[in-house]
């Protein structure tokens, strides 16, 4: 039986129907067509693994997917995406002074030169003078290092250019944002200060009332 | 990326205004900050013609010596672990001598954090502001 094993499901057919005179062979060579031959029965049975099919429909654009994902993780309320958006009129614009305050680190300001969209990795590009020395830094927008993105002083009239390289030449350099940035920390940290007081005294104000309303009574 | 015949600012008081990279040491690949490199100085930093004998003597480099040096910033932006970016706006080093120590007292101007990774606290201690 082994040589005949080896041979071709049709060749067995073909002999077995040549073979055989009564009817009922071929009844059962019928059934038997649904089943293919082992080349060596002694050996264990094969089990192909038949992987399940990937999850979700096919998409004609994996990676504009998977980049949607990736910002949705880390940036799920939006705001950061929000801050860069083309459509948004309070949208950080190049030229703007924006102030970056990132987790571990100290915070770096400078003026936005460029903003590079490429998804989730978009960055921008903020130029600082420190010590009557140019720096540029590049940031990415949605690293979860990142705490905040402020924005300090906006360009008073629209930039006519969207990548500001020209402002790298002493004529046109901007100079230190220091003080700029220093003012708007003084101002927001005020500003918040006030903001919690009124608050308190408030709530002071309608405890108080109660009381009063509660005494009447 | 600092490598043979690139110029560098001397931004510490040993007496050097301009050097220039002769060689990189330690690696086949070009200097980035906080990496060491061999300088000859090119020009001397001009205190004045009538110098007090105190001034010359803190005069350590004249030029045409050859010195051991630090990168301290490069014009070429460089990557940090963070995916953040830096640049600055010229290439600078600082001279040491052969067991590590700056040859200058006291530096100008800012200086990539680099250098606390590499091990140069001595120069990063110096500086007046690190990036």
């Known amino acids: ?217 | 990326m600092i490598q043979l015949k690139s110029m560098l600012n001397c931004i510490d008081n040993s007496g050097a205004a301009l050097v220039e990279c002769v060689r990189v040491l330690g690696k086949k690949r070009p200097a980035t900050v906080g990496d060491k490199i061999v300088v000859v100085i090119q020009k001397q930093r001009s205190l004045g013609h009538d110098l007090s004998a105190a001034a010359q003597a803190a005069v350590k480099v004249r030029r045409g010596d050859i010195s051991h040096a630090v990168v301290v910033r490069t014009r070429k932006e460089y990557g940090r672990a963070d995916g953040s970016y830096i640049r600055f706006d010229d290439n600078a080093c600082v001279l040491i001598n052969k067991s590590g120590d700056p040859l200058g007292t006291r530096l100008s101007g800012a200086v990539g954090r680099e250098l606390k990774k590499k091990k140069w606290s001595k120069i990063l201690s110096l500086a007046p502001a690190y990036v």
């Open chain 1, 1 to 217: 039986m082994t040589s005949e094993s080896f041979r071709p499901l049709t060749t067995l057919l073909h002999r077995r129907a040549a073979s055989t005179l009564s009817t009922t062979t071929t009844n059962t060579l019928r059934s038997r067509i649904h089943f293919a031959t082992r080349p060596n029965p002694t050996l264990p049975r094969r089990r192909i693994k038949v992987h399940p099919p990937p999850p979700g429909p096919p998409t004609k654009d994996p990676i504009s997917v998977l980049t949607a994902a990736q910002i949705k993780a880390l940036d799920p309320s939006g705001s950061r995406a929000e801050l860069f958006s083309r459509n948004n009129p309070q949208a950080i614009r190049p030229g703007d002074i924006v102030y970056v305050r990132r987790k571990n680190g100290e915070p770096f300001s400078g003026v936005l030169l460029n903003i590079r969209r490429r998804g989730i990795d978009t960055s921008i590009l903020l130029r600082d003078q420190l010590t009557k020395l140019g720096v540029e830094m590049w940031l990415k927008v949605y690293s979860p290092i990142i705490d905040s993105i402020n924005l300090v002083q906006s360009k008073e009239k629209m930039a006519r250019r969207a990548k500001l390289y020209y402002m790298r030449k002493l004529k046109h350099d901007f100079g230190p944002v220091r003080g700029i940035v220093s003012d708007w920390v003084r101002k927001s940290y005020a500003a918040k200060k006030g903001v919690d007081k009124a608050g308190q005294s408030a709530g002071q104000k309608g405890q108080k009332e109660q009381k009063a309303k509660k005494a009447k009574k």
